[in-house]
């Protein structure tokens, strides 16, 4: 009966300002209403080695309200090239998560307001640290594939005991049990050495107690625009220096030669 006596005394203009209020709500609401659905992504950090150390899997970003928003499935933990400097940065960490993303007007994702994109960087605070972090792939994106590449890898002027602490079969996985990289062949010979002769002209030596190391290598690449990218970070390309970690051995800044 209340509501009757108030609609009574409503004109046509209230009923008009209302309606008005009743669609600008409905308009707002959509556009602010994002949907949400889990994905996987894949994300590239450099830390120390005790921020390395740990994250570990199930660790999770929640909201204030205790939301989970973002859960590690995995994580793989590779030397740095900056290894040996002057830096904390000694590690590189590849994520595998799952986050939570909001699908935005115009066919776009966004996690905590943020665009997501491949190279986009996203910081995660999980209970353990704190990680600031580049975006390298992303599940269901068309703009990159996995690839195997056979990779001739040269580590020159080496000690021998490096070529003995690897082996052809060897093999390095992530912890979603995908190949990474695998030994397919080796050879070892003495290392070539620049010397300059009495009359002041270069001539190649041999060192006898240091090796060249030769590599072929069948390795999981992105291919993202043409490009080959290696575990998120490592650019293949004939000339660039890769490292890699096999086998408790450290194959230290070795020279791409070919790709085939």
Not at 41 to 52: I, K, L, M, N, R
Not at 71 to 89: M, Y
Not at 146 to 153: A, C, G, I, N
Request: charged share 15%; proline share 2%; hydrophobic share 40%.
């Amino acid at each position: 009966m209340a509501l009757k006596k108030i609609f009574k005394k409503f004109g046509i203009l209230d009923f008009i300002i209302l309606l008005v209020i009743a669609l600008s709500i409905l308009i707002f609401s959509k556009f602010i209403h994002h949907k949400s659905t889990w994905i996987n992504v894949d994300a590239v950090a450099y830390g120390s080695v005790f921020q390395a150390n740990s994250l570990h899997a199930g660790d999770s970003e929640t909201e204030p309200s205790g939301k989970k928003i973002a859960e590690i499935n995995s994580v793989d933990i590779q030397d740095s090239p900056l290894s040996g400097q002057n830096t904390v940065f000694s590690k590189i960490v590849v994520l595998h998560l799952k986050i939570l993303a909001d699908s935005v007007n115009g066919g776009g994702i966004q996690y905590k307001n943020q665009p997501i994109r491949i190279g986009s960087q996203i910081d995660f605070t999980f209970s353990s640290t704190f990680v600031q972090a580049y975006i390298s792939g992303i599940d269901g994106s068309n703009n990159y594939n996995y690839v195997y590449k056979t990779v001739t890898l040269v580590l020159y002027n080496r000690w021998p005991w490096l070529a003995d602490a690897v082996n052809v079969g060897d093999t390095k996985k992530d912890q979603r049990g995908y190949t990474l990289v695998k030994i397919i062949g080796k050879n070892a010979s003495p290392a070539e050495v620049s010397n300059t002769d009495s009359s002041g002209q270069s001539v190649i030596g041999y060192d006898n107690a240091k090796i060249d190391l030769t590599l072929k290598l069948n390795i999981r690449a992105q291919k993202i625009n043409n490009e080959l990218i290696f575990q998120g970070y490592n650019n293949l390309s004939v000339g660039n220096q890769i490292t890699i970690n096999i086998n408790n051995a450290s194959l230290l800044n070795g020279y791409i030669t070919k790709i085939e």
